[in-house]
């Protein structure tokens, strides 16, 4: 797909689920509030969330790590007219900048900075991204000795008939796939025997949460 077709294609699908996604994903996208949990960030460093969307995630890692420089990548203008009320409400303007932009393209430059990333998120936004695994190549290049943060579906395959084929359904309306792959070279990936947050699967592998640093990304030869 090319690039301006999946930005038109986002703004098409949350022109209007925007003003209520917040208050619906919270039922499903489960894991987010562990991945900011362990980000671990120290004042200072710098974060960026690759597919921000409403802004929700930036405005609670805000919170909870003051001093912090944070920034937000994301491919739908519509998603960020709500991020940027919600940043501004929140009175977070000064630590949070927004700009429309695609997860392959990534680089700091893209912000107007000079050094890397400490910190590169995606919050259940790999199962959104076209190219996938250049986006994720793109996160570690742009962390370089920092880290990437991921959180994302699983295989779902616990969840059995008739609630996986169901729920499979209903991600496919907002353009979602499951990555199934990440998380079967993370489980039988070396990285996890060094890792002091290991990686976490949720119940039925519904989801996973998993954080390393850019060289481990790049080992997983996705």
Known sequence: MRSDS???????????????????????????DRLIQDLGAAPGEAIVEIGCGTGRNLIKIAHLYPDTDLYGLDASEEMLKTARRAVEQAGLSNRIRLIRGLAEDLTPAAFGRKAPFDHVVFSYSLSMIPDWKQALRRGAAAAEAGKVHVV??????????????????????????????????LESHPCLEEQTNPLRILPAHYAFIWQGGSKTVQSLAL
């Open 152 to 185: 994302d579906f699983g295989s779902m395959e616990g969840l059995g008939w008739p609630f996986a084929p169901l729920l499979s359904l209903w991600l496919r309306i907002f353009h979602v796939t499951p990555r199934k792959e990440i998380l079967q070279r």
């Open 6 to 32: 999946h930005a038109s294609l986002m703004d098409a699908t949350y022109r209007w689920q925007r003003y209520i996604y917040d208050f619906t994903r919270k039922y499903y996208l489960f894991g987010r």
